[in-house]
């Protein structure tokens, strides 16, 4: 006798992923690892639910995955030419453009955001996204399998860059993580600019920050 595959009920989900909120904030806070936590909480294993639980955190009229959508779109052209030839990535990004327009395939955004990650480490305890069996060039202009890892643990699996970036970041918050020293300026202007996410007693963003927002806007 074969069974079909349940698909969970969305608003079933929600309801009990909220009425769970308060106590999963207090284990975690109280050091409960990553693996633990998904364990307990499966439906964190996506990156849907990774943004929920962030719109949980933070609470918005415009959900997380729409104002960083829209966020970037508005910004990629400008900080593009910002980094035009000071990123290692610079050329290889430029070149699958190019490849991309000529073979008219879909324009892919969220690809951008990879301009940024110049200091990529597969074995990171942060939030990293891998690419699964592809390459840099077709990752920025199709959308390929990627996983997110944190902290050595699988997160979630996800269709294209963008959500295995935007899984990445979410991480941040729904696992308390700080960020890494190496990317704060740049999480700190994602965070405050596209999703205009404030944490009480966080520290004013730094001038090199401030400085490139005034260019951008």
Known sequence: MQYEKMTPDTSVVNDRMQRTFAWRRKEIADGMTVEDVLKKYPFLRTPTGLCDEVDRIHPSAVKLYRRWKEGFTGIVPKVVKLVQGKSPLAKMYADAREEMLTEDLPDI????????????????????????????????????????????????????????????????????????????????????????ITVVGEKPLPVTVTRVINLIY
């Open 109 to 196: 955004q969220f690809t951008d955001f990879y301009v940024f990650f110049e200091q990529y480490d597969a074995q990171s305890p942060y939030p990293t996204v891998q690419l699964v069996e592809t390459d840099w060039e077709m990752a920025f202009t199709r959308n390929v399998p990627v996983l997110v890892k944190v902290d050595g643990v699988d997160l979630c699996r996800g269709t294209g860059v963008e959500e295995g970036v935007i899984a990445a970041f979410c991480a941040y918050f729904v696992f308390d993580m700080a960020y890494p020293p190496y990317m704060k300026n740049t999480l700190s202007f994602l965070q405050r600019t596209l999703l205009n």
